[in-house]
């Protein structure tokens, strides 16, 4: 295996190439340009930090954070409160079905339609002890 080389890796890095941008038609060049790889990694690298800081300025800074899923709810006081409003929504509405309920009930004994409960005492055989 080669030994990695620092000195060799730089002088690679700054080695320079040229790129022009012809055109097909006429061969004339339009754009040329000199560079060395390093430059393009520090070029890529930043346009790469810029577009992320965009993008979370972007997201932090507007409305869209309301979009993503468990971050845009606002603070937590907000969060709070919005939990604290759903349970007692929640027991609200059960509070109302259990009246309406008894409502329902009442109405039938009022009317009359209840329809009523058989309450005989049953007889049940005895059983027989085998233990004799």
Known sequence: ???FDANNTLKRLRNRYRLVVM????????VKFKLNR????????????????LTVAL????????????V???????VKEYRVLKVRTDSI?????YKQQYFNDLQKVLQGSVPKLDTNKL???KLENSDD
């Open 72 to 78: 845009g709810y606002g603070n937590s006081k907000q």
């Open 23 to 30: 055109n097909e038609d006429t061969y004339e060049e339009v």
């Open 38 to 53: 390093l430059s393009v990694y520090i070029a890529l690298s930043t346009l790469f930090v810029l577009l992320v800081g």
């Open 1 to 3: 295996m080669s030994k």
């Open 123 to 125: 007889d049940l055989p």
């Open 59 to 70: 997201i932090v800074f507007t409305p869209l954070k309301y979009y993503l899923p468990g």
């Open 93 to 97: 509405e059960k509070a109302l079905e």
